[in-house]
């Protein structure tokens, strides 16, 4: 624990040696192309598919009536109004049969030998189209007498919840001495990931399936599959992850083009397979955040927060996806952010248009909650010309409250946020900032600076089993549910072995991704992986290190209490008597007892934190903006390793800077994305990235059997606020612009001037 080692998986991904689904590639494998919606919204009817079925190479075509005995894709998360009852639940088809109602929309699947084949067989189907009305976006949808994405869905309104004491709370803003509210929009995210999705579906032994695709846990996609889409036993189908490239949240969830390949090798009993290209991924992948946000805080005359209300209304797109009610949902729960604010509520409606599904996106929910706290209390210190430091010191949580309960019902159980304050703004040089600020006005420069202090959810949810064998050879194998998508967790899950058993990490063997492996498994997301499923390798270990030290006991005549394990033995204490664990797993005594199992059933969710300074420089005359210092202090509880946190916080730290500055959607209002490709949207590259100044001040976690914290998806949350904060900071103090909207790209902030 605490030590940092290199990561052991990177020399096989660094010489080309790392295996993913998209290298996966079956004997005789027949390919599938999805033919897809040019429109937003229309009804369309299929032209005779008889020439189109009997193109050279040409298999399969499956449309809505080979298809309608499939189950929907499922929401596994819905959102129940605030009166208790269950909002209808539109259909999601695995293929629609006569509507579509956003662009990209799969319509057909069509299977040949080869791809060029499928898409020339594809281009000869005859499809009559009739536009109808589109609501592109959530403004539009919530607009009175606007079409409607579902005839069943009034006012395109998924569901409409309360969180929180609504009575209690307004009482408090009709007697305020003061209320300020801020409208803010939180824009629309495409999670680009290295590796696109793929899928290769294919017969196995003993009329079973297997399915290989890169995901984030593969009983997840399993049991979607086999429980809600095609009813079969889970256990007729084998799920196959290798390694991954990068995921996100965006590849936790079901979509089409997996029951479509499954059920074309079914149909044709052979191996199909499909592969995302980059620009189809923009239509086909679930997108994230798209909020627009009122938020309202009641205060004092000392400016004591004194409740806080919002009003959320969250794009859901043209369907419930797999979790998308549950991200603002989750989010809103951590909308009172490190602040001691007895009450509030925050009404969350969730919003059908005519746009791409909704689902997580690296934070699900809290970046968006975050950033909407720590915009409100900069524009608030504004509003009342009060220190944005003092301000936040004089309302934050203290340590001797915890453990604290919000007032929507969350219950932190440690933390120090002035702490990490204090030390941010210390290593920011935040004193130093005027002069800095009188160097910049001097260059015909605009400068400004600023932070956001976060806390966020995670790290809870459903139990996560550990499998540990210590094999012949003395090494020690590791099977477990979760999934890497890059963050190292060969190595981290190798590093809690080493902790009880003292082996090179080299001899410790991770296995994750396979169905076969273990019986269940709840996959990466939530940042669980080490806080719940490495709690569950520790204790597997440390049962594993009382199994070889009992055997060792036995067979060397001494007492446990005489005995130490080191460098993969276990030897007398003071003695060169020992054996090693290749030696102990040759023991006849050793049948059947060298493995362990262990699980972690989180009582509570972890609740990371911290502060993100960010300083930027701006160019009056073209709006391009700057990141010219950003230091960041996280409590993480307890680190395990430093060069993996590090790895994982400059990552969700340069998605946060991407939200903020740089990556922005546009579609059009027929529903047209107009920005569909990396040609349009952009991402962030090398340069736009500063060198990040990252340092914990940790509180161990009381509710986590290791006192970690999460944090994989902490950089994202924190850097969004911190960018938007010193961005409005340098505009505020040059012309007086007191807020804008995400991304502030060039364009933004440029055209912000000339106003």
Excluded at 132 to 146: E, H, I, K, L, T
Excluded at 293 to 308: C, I, Y
Excluded at 663 to 670: A, H, I, L, N
Aim: charged share 20%; aromatic share 8%.
């Amino acid at each position: 624990m605490g030590q940092a080692l290199t990561r052991v998986e990177d020399h096989r991904f660094l010489t080309g040696q790392g295996h993913y689904a998209t290298d996966y590639r079956a004997k005789g494998q027949l390919h599938g192309f999805v033919l897809r919606a040019p429109f937003a919204s229309a009804t369309f009817t299929m032209g005779d598919l008889a020439a189109a079925r009997a193109m050279p190479g040409v298999r399969l075509i499956l449309t809505h009536a080979e298809v309608s005995h499939l189950g929907d894709l499922p929401c596994q998360a819905p959102i129940k109004n605030t009166d208790g009852s269950m909002p209808p639940m539109p259909s999601y088809p695995v293929l629609p049969k006569d509507r579509v109602r956003h662009v990209g929309e799969a319509v057909a699947f069509i299977v040949a030998e080869t791809l060029e084949q499928a898409k020339d067989a594809a281009e000869a189907i005859e499809i009559r189209w009739k536009e109808a009305p589109v609501v592109s976006d959530v403004g539009a949808a919530r607009q009175a007498g606007a079409p409607l994405v579902h005839a069943e869905a009034p006012g395109n309104v998924a569901f409409d919840h309360v969180l929180g004491d609504q009575a209690k709370t307004d009482a408090i803003f009709a007697k305020a001495p003061r209320v300020i509210g801020l409208d803010i929009v939180n824009s629309r995210i495409i999670a680009n990931y290295m590796e696109p999705r793929t899928i290769v579906a294919e017969p196995a032994k003993g009329g079973t399936w297997l399915v290989t695709l890169g995901s984030q846990g593969v009983h997840g996609i399993r049991n979607t599959l086999a429980k809600f889409i095609f009813r079969m036993d889970p256990a007729t189908l084998r799920v196959v992850t290798p390694d991954v490239g990068g995921g996100f949240g965006t590849k936790s969830f079901m979509y089409r083009e997996y029951p479509l390949a499954l059920h074309a090798a079914m149909v044709l009993d052979a191996p199909v397979g499909w592969t995302s290209d980059r620009s189809e991924h923009f239509f086909a992948c679930a997108h994230g955040r798209d909020n627009l946000t009122r938020a309202e805080m009641a205060l004092d005359e000392k400016g004591r927060f004194l409740a806080m209300r919002v009003m959320l209304d969250a794009n859901m797109g043209a369907y419930l996806s797999q979790f998308g009610p549950y991200i603002p949902w989750i989010g809103s729960t951590m909308l009172t952010g490190v602040y001691d604010i007895p009450a509030g509520y925050t009404r969350i409606r969730g919003i059908y248009s005519n746009s791409v599904p909704f689902d997580a996106y690296r934070g699900a929910g809290r970046p968006e909650a975050a950033y909407t706290i720590e915009r409100l209390v900069d524009y608030i210190a504004d509003e009342l010309g009060l220190d944005r430091v003092k301000l936040r010191k004089q309302n934050f949580i203290k340590p001797k409250q915890m453990p604290y309960k919000t007032a929507t019902g969350r219950v932190y159980d440690s933390g120090d946020f002035a702490g990490h304050l204090e030390a941010a703004l210390d290593q920011a040089d935040w004193k130093g900032f005027p002069a800095r600020l009188k160097a910049s006005k001097k260059a015909g420069r605009l400068r400004g600076i600023g932070f956001g202090v976060y806390i966020e959810a995670c790290g809870g949810g459903s139990p996560e089993p550990a499998y540990l064998t210590l094999e012949k050879d003395g090494g020690v194998t590791v099977k477990i549910g979760t999934q890497s998508n890059g963050q190292g967790h060969e190595t981290a899950y190798a590093q809690l072995v080493a902790q009880h058993l003292d082996l090179p990490l080299e001899r410790i063997r991770v296995k994750q991704g396979d169905t076969n492996d273990t019986p269940t498994g709840s996959g990466t997301g939530g940042s669980r992986s080490i806080p719940v499923g490495g709690a569950a390798v520790a204790r597997a270990a440390e049962l594993l290190a009382d199994v070889v030290t009992t055997l060792a006991a036995e067979a060397l005549e001494a007492g446990k209490g005489d005995l130490e394990i080191a460098d993969g033995a276990v030897r007398i204490a003071g003695t060169d008597r020992q054996l090693t664990y290749a030696e102990i797993a040759a023991l006849p005594a050793a049948r059947g007892k060298l493995s362990t199992q262990a699980e972690f059933r989180p009582p509570e969710a972890t609740y990371p934190n911290g502060t993100h300074v960010c300083e930027v420089e701006i160019d009056p005359e073209t709006g391009e903006t700057q990141i010219v210092n950003f230091v960041i202090v996280d409590d993480f509880g307890v680190t395990l390793n430093p060069i993996l946190l590090a790895g994982q916080i400059h990552g969700g730290a340069a998605q946060g800077i991407g939200q903020a500055m740089i990556e922005r959607f546009v579609q059009d209002e027929k529903g047209q994305i107009l920005t569909a490709s990396f040609l349009d949207y952009a991402m962030p590259r090398a340069t736009d990235i500063p060198n990040f100044q990252f340092e914990t001040r940790n509180v161990p976690c009381t509710t986590n059997a290791i006192g970690v914290k999460g944090a994989g998806e902490a950089g994202t949350i924190g850097a969004a606020p911190a960018v938007m904060n010193a961005i409005v900071d340098a505009l505020r103090r040059a012309r007086g612009i007191r807020h804008i909207d995400m991304p502030a790209n060039a364009q933004a902030i440029w055209a912000a001037l000339q106003r």
